[in-house]
């Protein structure tokens, strides 16, 4: 069974810019969530999404924001992009009704 | 918000060593899960725990949800060089699954 993948890997943008960011969950699961990681903050939970709906929230600006597809699929997008923006950015997967999630790769955002 | 405390921040050890570290909340969970980061990529997950005074292994790795279910521990016996990377503890809140929060990390080195 395939994990969850994140395109791309790397990304570098400047100030100002806008970013998408994709994620395809493992076969099966439903629910999306994305995570930003940065050294100072660590891993904090940016949104959940499943049957196309946000279902949580963490607490970023609006810049931030994200969408599913029919088929699980989801992005996250990043509007007017700044210095402190710059993190490796998770998607996770799992199965509704159970909390173990999976995460991808990442993709690893520079903002210059 | 909720808030987990993980300790120790990191920790250096000789290979063949058994490694213990901890997580810690003000308010009671029904799961908690521990992942492992590798520089550079997402994080894996090790054990999932759902039952107070529950005790899970997973090779090396064994995990325990502490009986007043707001704390973990996860105990890496005979330690090699391919321990090296960062742990995390992680629990998700009430109903909402697919939000976790973690824990700062424990940071562990293993000098063969």
């Known amino acids: 069974k395939a994990g969850v993948t994140q395109t791309p890997r790397y990304l570098i943008k400047t100030r100002g810019q806008q970013v998408t960011l994709s994620c395809s969950p493992i076969?099966?699961?439903?629910?999306v969530s994305w995570y930003q990681q940065t050294p100072g903050q660590g891993l904090q939970f940016l949104f959940e999404y499943f049957s196309e709906t946000q279902r949580n929230k963490g607490n970023f600006p609006g810049r931030f924001s994200g969408r599913q597809f029919s088929n699980s699929r989801s992005e996250m997008n990043v509007s007017t992009l700044e210095l402190g923006d710059s993190a490796l950015y998770l998607c996770?997967?799992?199965?509704?009704?159970?909390?173990?999630?999976?995460f991808g790769q990442g993709t690893r955002l520079t903002v210059v | 918000g909720q808030q987990l405390n993980q300790s120790p921040q990191s920790m250096f050890i000789q290979e063949g060593e058994d490694v213990s570290m901890n997580c810690t909340s003000s308010s009671i969970f029904n799961t908690w899960l521990w992942y492992k980061q590798d520089p550079g990529e997402g994080p894996v997950l090790l054990i999932a725990l759902y039952k107070a005074g529950e005790l899970t292994s997973n090779g090396r790795l064994t995990a325990q949800f502490g009986i007043t279910r707001k704390d973990s521990f996860l105990n890496i016996s005979a330690s090699i060089p391919s321990d090296v990377g960062i742990y995390f503890c992680?629990?998700?809140?009430?109903?909402?699954?697919?939000?976790?929060?973690f824990g700062q990390g424990t940071i562990l080195t293993v000098h063969p």
């Open positions: 992680a629990n998700a809140g009430g109903t909402s699954y697919g939000k976790l929060t």
């Open positions: 076969s099966g699961h439903r629910s």
């Open positions: 996770a997967s799992r199965q509704l009704m159970n909390t173990e999630a999976f």
